[in-house]
């Protein structure tokens, strides 16, 4: 599942300090996203998972993993517009 170089998780658009899929697209950091949680490499791998990590994170009401990071005026749906489109 190619991330294009891309910077945010696929799961729930937080944007990373790393690229999650490497330089090459092709290899997982495997750190665990902030936000919702997902491990890079385990929950992004597949569309299919892709998609049931974030309705699962959705369904808990988008709860932050790391609420400590959580910034004061995050905007859950703006960082839903970086998230992978499937």
């Known amino acids: 599942m190619p991330n294009d170089g891309n ?3 696929r799961v729930c658009g937080l944007l990373q ?3 999650p899929w490497g330089e090459d697209d ?3 950091s495997w750190d665990i996203c902030d936000c ?3 491990e890079f490499g385990y929950h992004d791998s597949t569309p299919t998972g892709v998609l049931r ?3 699962a994170w959705i369904a808990k ?3 932050w993993f790391e609420e400590s990071k ?3 005026d995050w905007d859950m749906e703006e960082q839903l ?3 992978q489109h499937l």
């Open 7 to 9: 910077p945010y998780c």
């Open 70 to 72: 959580r910034p004061p």
């Open 61 to 63: 009401g988008c709860p």
């Open 36 to 38: 919702c949680g997902s």
């Open 26 to 28: 092709k290899t997982p």
């Open 53 to 55: 990590a974030r309705n």
């Open 81 to 83: 517009r970086h998230a």
């Open 17 to 19: 300090p790393g690229l």
